[in-house]
């Protein structure tokens, strides 16, 4: 699990970092909302924690932009605008949950574990044998090398991909089923962030692991072992 936090005052980043690093999360910040775009659309993060106050680029902003660019990642705000009329805004805007400053570390870790198992909802397998490696989607790992010593870790999108593909082993997966099991039947049917998402994952698994996605024109993606 990989979380991003934008929040401009660096002692409260550094300290969020601390937390989520000290409960076994991979996280990493940014603090200035345009920096924090960038970062998100590289689409390697599975939950953001968002400040709404930040400069060259507003929280509500950033949210609305990576909402209209198919990002569908859980966002928390965590901020210290706290009205009712704030915190509508901000649902509005694309956010999962909203909680304010000043805030208890464990409600905001409860919160992020609330998020991270909607999300796991597509996630059902413990353990698949694909090529050399073993994947094993619940911890969001792919295992390959001598003893499977060697690891890359995977975003719950990337993960459910994985997980989708080795299921079938056999009938290519089309991109738009792909785009209903994990982004929602809600979404807009735009395909695209499922071939972003796809390149991802193809660049983190490596030789060793022994198979690759391979693309069957008009069919969808399949798993081939090599």
């Known amino acids: 699990m990989r979380l991003l936090i934008v929040e401009d005052e660096v002692n409260l980043a550094d300290a969020l970092l601390y937390l989520f690093k000290r409960n076994k999360y991979e996280a990493d910040a940014a603090y200035d909302g345009k920096t924090a775009e960038e ?3 590289s689409g390697v993060y599975d939950i953001i924690i968002l400040d709404r106050m930040i400069p060259e680029q507003d929280g ?3 949210l609305k932009n990576i909402r209209r660019n198919g990002i569908t990642t859980p966002v928390i705000f965590l ?3 706290h009205t009712t009329a704030d915190k509508i805004e901000g649902l509005d805007a694309g956010a999962d949950d909203y909680l304010t400053k000043p805030f208890v570390n464990d ?3 409860a ?3 609330a998020l991270s198992r909607r ?3 597509v996630v059902e397998t413990e353990e698949i044998f694909l090529g050399k490696s073993k994947f094993l989607p619940r911890r969001g790992e792919l295992l390959f090398g001598r003893n499977y010593s060697n690891s890359v870790t995977l ?5 459910g991909i994985l997980e989708s593909l080795a299921q079938t082993p056999n009938t290519p997966v089309t991109k738009e089923d792909l785009l209903q099991k994990l982004w929602g039947p809600e979404n807009d049917g735009d395909v695209n962030i499922v071939e972003v998402f796809v390149s991802y994952l193809r660049k983190k698994i490596k030789p060793e692991c022994g198979f690759s996605i391979v693309t069957q024109r008009n069919l969808g993606y399949k798993i081939k072992d090599k």
Do not use: D, F, Y
Request: hydrophobic share 50%; no cysteine; glycine share 0%.
């Open 155 to 159: 975003t719950l999108k990337e993960t």
């Open 107 to 109: 409600e905001l870790l």
């Open 119 to 121: 999300n796991l909802e």
């Open 60 to 62: 509500v902003t950033v």
């Open 39 to 41: 970062m998100i659309m």
């Open 111 to 113: 919160r992020v574990r």
């Open 79 to 81: 901020t210290a605008k």
